[in-house]
């Protein structure tokens, strides 16, 4: 089955920095790939995501880009903010959902 | 329109002891999930199900068992449970395997 792996497991920035997070994925045929967002008690939270024909996709300060030749995607937020600080999880989809291990955010002011 | 309902929220099973969680959902999604998530991990594919009649295992179904009788409805059955099926359980449900949609959680112990 798919294996999704996610780096780093833990990441904290400065308020107003730039935040990256990387994703590689086995299945190459996967052909969906999100990201979500999770805060402490709650469920995930969809922030964006990519199909397997687009190679980047902004929405305000987050953006994703995905390379299907080296199989790996990645997440950049920028401009953090200390309501940005949570735990983040990629995915990629074929038949169904897999994750990464997640990345907690920390956003320091 | 509620989304995805997940009954109860919180539970404490004693070993040996068997239970049922209970997934909703009212959108007419064909596909639905279920994922367990332990203290400071990922999630984890238990079953899934892309219509009703149809379910399969995902990575990790030892121990649990699915059904799927009706579209709106995708139960949890867990038979004997163990110390290692403590974690908090999740379903999902999409229209066409995209834009999952996530219930609430339950939270089970095993004790």
């Known amino acids: 089955g798919e294996n999704v792996e996610q780096h780093p497991s833990t990441l904290s920035v400065q308020e107003g920095d730039s935040a990256v997070i990387k994703c590689t994925y086995s299945?190459?045929?996967?052909?969906?790939f999100p990201w979500y967002k999770q805060e402490l008690g709650k469920r995930p939270q969809l922030i964006i995501d990519i199909r397997s024909n687009v190679g980047e996709k902004k929405d305000q300060r987050i953006a994703v880009t995905l390379n299907k030749t080296a199989k790996h995607f990645s997440l950049h937020i920028t401009e953090t903010q200390p309501e940005d600080s949570a735990v983040y999880f990629c995915a990629a989809v074929r038949n169904d959902m897999r994750f990464g291990a997640g990345t907690r955010l920390t956003v320091k002011p | 329109n509620a989304g995805v309902t997940q009954t109860p929220k919180f539970r404490i099973l004693k070993i040996g002891q068997s239970m049922t969680l209970q997934c909703t959902q009212d959108m007419n999604h064909n596909y639905m999930y279920w994922y367990r998530q332990d203290p400071g991990m990922g999630l984890k594919l238990i079953y899934y199900s892309v219509g009703a009649g149809i379910t399969d295992k995902g990575e990790v179904p030892n121990g649990y068992n699915v059904s799927r009788s009706t579209t709106e409805d995708f139960p949890l059955r867990l038979e004997l449970a163990a110390p290692s099926q403590t974690s908090v359980y999740f379903c999902?449900?999409?229209?066409?395997?995209?834009?999952?949609?996530f219930g609430s959680g339950t939270r089970l112990t095993v004790v």
């Open positions: 299945d190459s045929a996967s052909n969906y």
């Open positions: 999902a449900s999409s229209r066409t395997g995209v834009g999952y949609t």
